[in-house]
């Protein structure tokens, strides 16, 4: 089951009229660039007019909003269109996936969003979505999320993820993902593969709200 989660994660099906934006998850300088041409593609494809990111300062491996906020405009992308999401809880000291899910989705319910696609690097894309959705079953259960993976970056390339503390290879980061699927899940952290799944079937046949 496992696997059709990535595979559904990785090759989402998100609709033709526009979603309400799009939320990048933190990346370390390293794989930020995955989600700067992916934003900058989506907003060009007119499917939503708004980016949304963590609006901290560099914290945990992520450069912060106002570095992030000034890459991207240098790609085009109209600072107008980049939204930043207070963290939950307000006053936190560190980032990991769970807080961005929760304090992007916490907006959304503030903001009336009804969809939302979320980004982040390829490798880390399957549990980033399956994080998303644990949020929006929490906090806004009739929130439609969809997955857009990031650019694809060269895999052997040596890199810093995860609060800036691991270092290897794209590929090699891929091993340790499905490990904290099953870690988190075991915390409470994560919903499980099969409630993902059920949330995506009922999803794609609109049935969210029933």
């Known amino acids: 089951m496992i696997e059709e989660l990535i595979i559904r994660a990785l090759c989402d099906t998100i609709p033709d009229e526009p979603v309400d934006g799009l939320f990048l998850f933190g990346q370390t300088e390293d794989n930020q660039q995955a989600a700067f041409e992916t934003a900058r593609s989506f907003l060009q494809s007119g ?3 708004k980016v949304l990111c963590l609006g901290t ?8 909003f106002e570095v992030w906020k000034e890459e991207m405009t240098k790609l085009g992308i109209g600072a107008e269109q980049l939204i930043p999401v207070p963290p939950v809880p307000e006053d936190t000291a560190m980032l990991h996936t769970l807080i ?6 916490r907006y959304a319910r503030e903001q009336g969003y009804k969809s939302m ?10 549990r980033a979505f399956m994080t998303a959705i644990t949020a929006a079953l929490r906090e806004h259960p009739s929130l439609y999320i969809y997955s857009l993976p990031g650019k694809p970056m060269p895999w052997q390339e040596e890199v810093t993820h995860s609060q800036g503390k691991l270092e290897d290879t794209r590929a090699g980061l891929i091993a340790g993902e499905m490990e904290r699927i099953c870690c988190y899940h075991d915390r409470n ?9 059920d949330y995506l079937n009922r999803r794609d046949k609109k049935k969210l709200d029933s």
């Open 57 to 64: 300062k560099a914290m945990s491996g992520y450069p912060g």
């Open 117 to 126: 696609v979320v980004t982040a690097a390829p490798f880390q894309q399957p």
């Open 47 to 49: 499917r939503t007019g």
């Open 189 to 197: 952290d994560l919903i499980s593969v099969t409630e993902a799944l």
């Open 100 to 105: 961005e899910a929760t304090s992007a989705v």
